[in-house]
């Protein structure tokens, strides 16, 4: 659909958006406006009226956006009109809470199987999944397809886990490890690191 | 330090800065550049040159950089010249994830008390804290003047929850529900949602 690039940043909106707008379906509206989705995100109308336009119309004006239509459209853009497989990598305590979690299935997410290289962990049981041995992942992920994965390793072992997935064939890794990875640029990389934000917040106390 | 108002996404960098250098005094390293920074980081030099460049200087021209000169900048800069207290509201699956977390210390936080509403969480030990009940918050925030706070809450009472944070002192919270908190400017919010990440890789696949 995107006919030019489209910024970066533009796109890490979107997944705003599109959490602001199933929040406000869940409340039974119907139709809303880039005023009103502004003010409940904290971004201009403006900027988001001008990062929809990227990809389309997607309201009329006066009239505002039918929600129900531009979730699907947000769904389609974002390519979770389809259910993502994941493997975790990582049963400690923040994989336990990441494979508890059970707000991912809603958003297009769904955790497969879990991993860790801790005989202490590995046959053991989270939740609704048993803890596997991280030496069979790679066999999984080819022949489950799997191309997204989660890592919760420490900080120290996740480089050398992050080249096991992409050779394994996956293609894009949250990492919750507190560093940074050197991958391909063709693989998708985003991260979770607690500290950061709370590092950003205190500059400004 | 900064006498013009420094754009918000280069504060947002300096935590990132911080942690590769702290990583590399870890290995032993005494000088860096931008350059090395840069391919650790996944950021261009000029970008970190600019981004240092508001704040004073830090290196010379063909030496680079001290690490541990510019880490003690970097704290000084981020106010994590001290060590800040943290509250962490709620104590399941997530909260007791981020209570056994022991990466927030060594990076200027520690969680003080952790508190639920659920009388069957209430009194429970948590690794070394004893989750107490939420109607005793605001009372122990005022009385230890702790300023930032961890939100670990259903989506649904987190806006509740918030007002209650601030009302009684809290400056800063990281918000691990997924929505968005409406609260007075004078707050800083920042939020941890992976299902955003999620999303935002999905839509280059």
């Avoid at 259910?83 to 990598?89: A, I, N, Q």
Wanted: proline share 4%; with cysteine.
């Amino acid at each position: 659909m995107p006919s030019q690039k489209v910024p970066d940043i533009v796109v890490g909106r979107l997944p705003l958006y599109l959490r602001a707008l199933n929040q406000m379906a869940g409340e039974g509206k119907e139709i809303t406006s880039s005023q009103e989705l502004g003010t409940h995100l904290g971004i201009s109308s403006a900027q988001i009226r001008k990062d929809l336009s990227q990809f389309g119309e997607f309201g009329k004006q006066g009239t505002g956006y039918h929600i129900s239509f531009l979730i699907e459209q947000l769904q389609k853009i974002l390519k979770l009109d389809r259910l993502w497989d994941v493997v975790l990598v990582g049963a400690g305590d923040l994989g336990t809470a990441i494979a508890h979690y059970a707000g991912f299935i809603d958003r297009g997410f769904r955790v497969k199987y879990v991993y860790d290289n801790d005989p202490g962990k590995i046959g053991h049981t989270i939740g609704k999944f048993t803890v596997k041995d991280i030496s069979t992942m790679a066999a999984d992920i080819e022949s489950d397809k799997i191309k997204v994965a989660m890592l919760a390793v420490p900080a120290g072992h996740a480089q050398e886990v992050s080249e096991l997935l992409v050779k394994a064939g996956i293609h894009a890794i949250l990492c919750y490890a507190p560093t940074s990875l050197n991958l391909p640029d063709s693989i998708q990389v985003q991260y979770i690191d607690p500290s950061l934000h709370l590092q950003h917040m205190t500059y400004y106390m």
